[in-house]
């Protein structure tokens, strides 16, 4: 067995001795936030914003602003191309 200390690094590295690991373990990260995945999720099924909202036990605004923000990470002008630029993009599927 190693008497190595494990210590995390800056940059999601660790330290082994003098081995330096990229952290492998860790998934790719996803451009949506959880929240914004659930609502494109059930956008893409032809739900409205009102249902939506109330299947997310949230407001129609809430519902709005979660569309909106990944409209902008998208760099789109429109719910039609986010859909588009989102399922190009492995995000979401249809």
Known sequence: MSNCIKTR??????RKGDTRV?????APR???????????DLLVKDQT???IAGQ??????TVRNHISN?????????RSQAV??????????I
Do not use: C, H, N, P
């Open 30 to 40: 996803s451009l949506l936030t959880k929240r914004e995945k659930e609502v494109f």
């Open 9 to 14: 690094t800056k940059g999601g590295l660790d």
């Open 84 to 93: 588009i630029e989102l399922i190009r993009l492995g995000e979401i599927q």
């Open 56 to 61: 997310l036990y949230i407001s129609e605004k």
């Open 70 to 78: 990944a409209m902008q990470k998208l760099g789109v002008k429109g």
């Open 22 to 26: 990229k952290d492998l373990e860790r």
């Open 49 to 51: 914003t009102k249902e």
